[in-house]
């Protein structure tokens, strides 16, 4: 199974400054996935295939990576933005496997 | 607009059954493979299962092979988990979510296994 490595697993950022959450996966991946859950709410999809943009998804979140390093960036974070960000791959499966997490909040 | 809406949870003692379904509206529902996913209490995201288009493909996390079963009907757009056997590890909000890419998710049913 591929194992999904998020870091760091908390994330305090003060509003207006950038933030960026790295996932190192254990086989080189082509199909990977961003969410966001906030607080309450169920996950959404940020981003697919490493650096696309889902539709309404705001032009400050961007992805980036190949092979096995991933990064997710926010480039101003908003108070909006507080939640839970999950990376997915979905190159090598079953089973579909998500990183843990990282909590972001502002400090 | 996609919608997803699941139901069917409950508070079952250990050992017991369910049915989850998951409701879908808003886009071809028989284009798409279908997917569950949970999130115990406090915990991350685990992928559960995934069913492909004509439901003739089905696939299954091995913490639960064996006592679930995925299916569809793609005549009501509404697909499905079977649960048998619960434990009380199994207890999470299910989330039902279109594609194999999850690119779209319901709001989550809770299953609690208690005794």
């Known amino acids: 199974d591929v194992v999904m490595t998020q870091s760091p697993l908390s994330l305090p950022v003060t509003l207006g400054q950038p933030a960026s959450i790295s996932c190192r996966s254990s086989?080189?991946?082509?199909?990977l996935n961003w969410f966001q859950q906030r607080p309450g709410q169920s996950p959404r999809r940020l981003i697919y295939?490493?650096?696309n943009r889902d539709s309404g998804v705001p032009d400050r979140f961007s992805g980036s990576g190949s092979g096995t390093e991933f990064t997710l960036k926010i480039s101003r974070v908003e108070a909006e933005d507080v939640g839970v960000y999950y990376c997915?791959?979905?190159?090598?499966?079953?089973?579909?496997?998500f990183g843990q997490g990282t909590r972001l909040e502002i400090k | 607009e996609v919608q997803l809406l699941e139901s069917g949870g409950d508070l079952v003692q250990p050992g017991g059954s369910l049915r989850l379904s998951c409701a879908a509206s808003?886009?071809?529902?028989?284009?798409?493979?279908m997917t569950w996913v949970r999130q115990a209490p406090g915990k991350g995201l685990e992928w559960v299962s995934t069913?492909?288009?004509?439901?003739?493909?089905?696939y299954y996390a091995d913490s639960v092979k064996g006592r679930f079963t995925i299916s569809r009907d793609n005549s009501k757009n509404t697909f499905f988990l079977h649960i048998n056997s619960l434990r009380a590890e199994d207890t999470a909000i299910y989330y039902c979510?279109?594609?194999?890419?999850?690119?779209?998710w319901g709001q989550g049913t809770l299953v609690t296994v208690s005794s």
């Open positions: 979510a279109k594609g194999g890419w999850a690119d779209s």
């Open positions: 808003g886009f071809n529902f028989n284009a798409y493979d």
């Open positions: 069913i492909n288009t004509s439901g003739g493909g089905t």
């Open positions: 086989q080189s991946l082509v199909y």
């Open positions: 295939e490493v650096s």
């Open positions: 997915m791959q979905v190159t090598h499966w079953p089973p579909i496997t």
